[in-house]
């Protein structure tokens, strides 16, 4: 998941909880880090975005990834990409994560 999401950010946030823990665990990877450090250390997050943690404090578990610093954005066609996304690949990520994380995941816990 994190060489994924670093393909496509240089810092990545995971935020997770689970159905035996009410408490919200948050990590945070970050490339100029790892270069500074010449290692895969795992960082505090200084902050965490209010709508995720909002969403993930009202299921009973679930984990959620957030990308920063994002190496580019075509601003022109954002719209329609999102669009796209949605209608095109949210279903088959959907089914791609229930096949390798279907321990983990419960169908209403999944959005």
Known sequence: MKVASISQCNSLTVISKTKSSK????????????????EWELGIPSHIDDTAMGKLKKIK????????DIDFI???????????????????????IETYFHRFLEDDNFN
Not at 23 to 38: F, L, M, P, R, S
Not at 77 to 94: C, G, P, Q
């Open 23 to 38: 408490e919200i665990c948050a990590w945070t990877w970050d490339v100029a880090h790892v270069v500074k450090q010449g």
């Open 61 to 68: 578990s679930g984990t959620s990834v957030i990308w920063n």
């Open 74 to 96: 075509d601003w022109k066609n954002l719209d329609r990409a999102k669009e796209t996304f949605y209608k095109e690949y949210s279903r088959d990520l959907k089914l791609y």
